[in-house]
T-cell receptor, first 114, second 117 residues
């Protein structure tokens, strides 16, 4: 197992365009999380899945954001009509069904909206 | 809502010396978990150490140890025998008990630690 993989590592897009990020968690992990990290700040929770079910969404996740985890495997995070304020590092993490032992994070996708 | 505060934006230490990073948190919960994560430059976040709030004994992982003061809501990280590879951003994080949190982590703003040769 190679850990949590995120693709792409970097994405530059023009304002108003749609972007989609992918996360492949550790295969035996039931939980998958998305966080957003802006420069100089700690990560902020966006949403999480248990298997294929999206169980919680943060108020940070506006209507322009949507996340899926079909079949409980990989996950995608889509941002529609990107804005400059969406520029950030998007982190994916996974854990066993209870995350109290800590997550395994991916390397993140850095989004720049120009 | 829980908050986590790291009051030291930057710290530096000489190689082989000891450094302590501070973290305080605010919660009304009695059962929870605390973590320190390390984020090296341009690399993924790695779990350094974790502490269960119901345990009085401070967690230790090799050169890393914590000073957990539940009443004071303080959770500091001590790094002994600092190494150049310890240079990273360190985040303190809080997790409520699973039943009410879904294992959501609340992070502090981070402390940038630089280990000097």
């Amino acid at each position: 197992d190679t850990g949590v993989s995120q693709d792409p590592r970097h994405k530059i897009t023009k304002r108003g365009q749609n972007v989609t990020f992918r996360c492949d968690p550790i295969s035996e992990h039931n939980r998958l999380y998305w966080y957003r990290q802006t420069l100089g700040q700690g990560p902020e929770f966006l949403t999480y899945f248990q298997n294929e079910a999206q169980l919680e969404k943060s108020r940070l996740l506006s209507d322009r954001f949507s996340a899926e985890r079909p079949k409980g495997s990989f996950s995608t995070l889509e941002i529609q009509r990107t804005e400059q304020g969406d520029s950030a590092m998007y982190l994916c993490a996974s854990s066993l069904i209870f995350g109290v032992n800590g997550y395994t994070f991916g390397s993140g996708t850095r989004l720049t909206v120009v | 809502a829980q908050t986590v505060t790291q009051s030291q934006p930057e710290m530096s230490v000489q190689e082989a010396e000891t450094v302590t990073l501070s973290c305080t948190y605010d919660t009304s919960e009695n059962n929870y978990y605390l973590f320190w994560y390390k984020q090296p430059p341009s690399r993924q976040m790695i779990l350094v150490i974790r502490q269960e709030a119901y345990k009085q004994q401070n967690a230790t992982e090799n050169r890393f140890s914590v000073n957990f003061q539940k009443a004071a809501k303080s959770f500091s990280l001590k790094i002994s025998d600092s190494q150049l590879g310890d240079t990273a951003m360190y985040f303190c994080a809080f997790m409520k008990q699973e039943e009410t949190s879904g294992s959501r982590l609340t992070f502090g703003e981070g402390t940038q630690l630089t280990v000097n040769p």
